[in-house]
């Protein structure tokens, strides 16, 4: 019997919620053709799916405001987005038509917040989060923030001096706060406590000695962060639970403190059997906080989550085609594409994050195993499927064959061109591929514009310091 691609991924009735279907035998994308846009952009390229981001932050939000409802919580619901993870235009444009708060990172964020503000994309009442560590570059910023006009900027306190040094600068005007809690790592960290934030058996005598009876600050947040994510496991609730007694510690001791910020996020579908029950946890969230409280009690805080991969993470995909295929030993083969994995999806070379990956076209092929290779030089360049190097399943294909063999790599919006160094010097001199975006009009037809070709060679040698004129 002939094991085509197709019969493969047809076993798993993930495959069509995923927003995956196929069309004369070519894969399609939330409905977008992906034969006509390789067939007008040719490969490789990078393209984001804008109204996923909106989907993502009404899901969320429409789940947290049922939890509320459901549990007759008394604090509202927040959703910042993180805009360290995909600083685009078009991206945190997207977010912010639904009205999300943001979050910053450092001192540059700044800038960024009050140029969103002379494009009329966010007004003074929008809430700031302003975590990360905080130069003096950085909170110098952040009371200029304030002074501009800014009525609901955070400043998270990720150490104890980051107050000392903003005490120094701080105006008369009060200056909004939150603490960030130190958390303790999973088991297999390669440390026991994280470096961010506060120690929990510290915060309340900080607390007290320094911000209490001290009219420049007004203590607003509790923030703690679980870099792993939201998720259902004893780690995740033993830290919420730590942290939720802290918050309720430290609201019998302040007046003003009424926020709880979960910090982390959401994972995102990385894989075709990806399960998660957002809805359940989100209910778990809100009715553990509310038990918590009227147990000790103390008012409800307003909830607020930062999410950042979650709300772009699913936006993203990139398109390779297979250059060549190399039979290297007995039973190793090679699919050569045409870019760097390690340039493109520098997340899977780093820290062996894992993303939707499929072909494009010959679904009806009969599949084998093979390792996806980058056209670098390095020996790192390459993709697997799992942890344990094992290959990935991918139609084979015969070099008779006029049509290439087309791949996607799904679901990486978040964090890639950041940490690749969009429009920068790649590895191997090897040009960032051309960036596509596709949005909906008001009648709700696809259409797609390109947003920067791919990189030349003269846009790199001006980087490198050459062809200075």
Request: glycine share 6%.
């Amino acid at each position: 019997m002939k094991n085509t691609y197709f019969d493969l991924i047809d076993q798993s009735y993930y495959f069509p919620q995923e927003g995956f279907d196929l069309r004369d035998d070519f894969l399609t994308f939330q409905g977008i053709s992906l034969k006509y846009l390789i067939e007008k952009h040719g490969t490789p390229f990078r393209f984001f799916y804008l109204p996923k981001i909106g989907d993502q932050i009404k899901k969320a939000r429409n789940l947290f405001n049922r939890a509320i409802k459901k549990n007759s919580y008394s604090g509202k619901y927040h959703y910042c987005y993180c805009t360290k993870c995909n600083h685009f235009a078009h991206v945190i444009g997207e977010a912010l038509k639904h009205n999300v708060n943001l979050e910053t990172s450092s001192s540059f964020d700044i800038d960024l917040i009050l140029n969103l503000y002379k494009e009329n994309k966010i007004d003074l009442d929008r809430v700031i989060v302003h975590n990360g560590y905080k130069t003096d570059e950085y909170l110098k910023k952040i009371v200029n923030l304030q002074k501009f006009g800014f009525k609901n900027t955070i400043v998270i306190f990720d150490s104890v001096n980051e107050l000392n040094r903003l005490e120094k600068i701080a105006t008369d005007e009060t200056i909004k706060i939150g603490i960030r809690m130190a958390i303790n790592e999973e088991p297999q960290s390669s440390y026991y406590t994280s470096r961010l934030g506060i120690r929990d058996n510290e915060i309340k005598d900080f607390f007290e000695t320094r911000i209490k009876n001290n009219p420049k600050f007004e203590l607003k947040m509790l923030h703690f962060f679980v870099d792993s994510g939201i998720k259902d496991s004893l780690y995740y609730w033993g830290e919420f639970q730590k942290a939720l007694k802290v918050y309720i510690d430290l609201k019998k001791e302040s007046e003003h403190l009424d926020s709880f910020n979960l910090g982390g996020g959401f994972p995102i579908r990385n894989h075709l059997g990806f399960e998660y029950n957002y809805e359940y946890m989100i209910n778990e969230i809100v009715s553990n906080i509310k038990d918590a409280c009227v147990k000790e009690n103390v008012p409800e805080p307003n909830i607020f989550t930062e999410f950042g991969k979650y709300t772009v993470g699913e936006s993203g995909a990139i398109v390779f085609k297979v250059l060549e295929q190399k039979q290297q030993n007995d039973t190793e083969s090679w699919y050569i594409i045409d870019n760097s994995l390690m340039n493109t999806i520098p997340d899977a070379w780093s820290i062996h994050e894992k993303f939707i990956l499929l072909p494009i076209n010959k679904w009806n092929n009969e599949y084998k195993r093979v390792n996806i290779g980058g056209i670098s030089c390095d020996h790192s360049d390459y993709y697997n499927s799992e942890d344990l190097n094992q290959e990935v399943l991918l139609p084979d294909y015969s070099e008779d064959e006029k049509e290439p063999l087309y791949l996607g790599f799904f679901h990486t919006g978040a964090y890639q061109d950041a940490i690749s160094g969009y429009g920068g010097i790649k590895h191997c001199l090897i040009p960032s591929p051309k960036h596509v975006i596709i949005d909906r009009d008001e009648k709700g037809n696809f259409f797609d514009y390109v947003y920067r070709n791919e990189q030349s060679a003269d846009e790199m040698f001006k980087l490198l310091g050459y062809n200075q004129e």
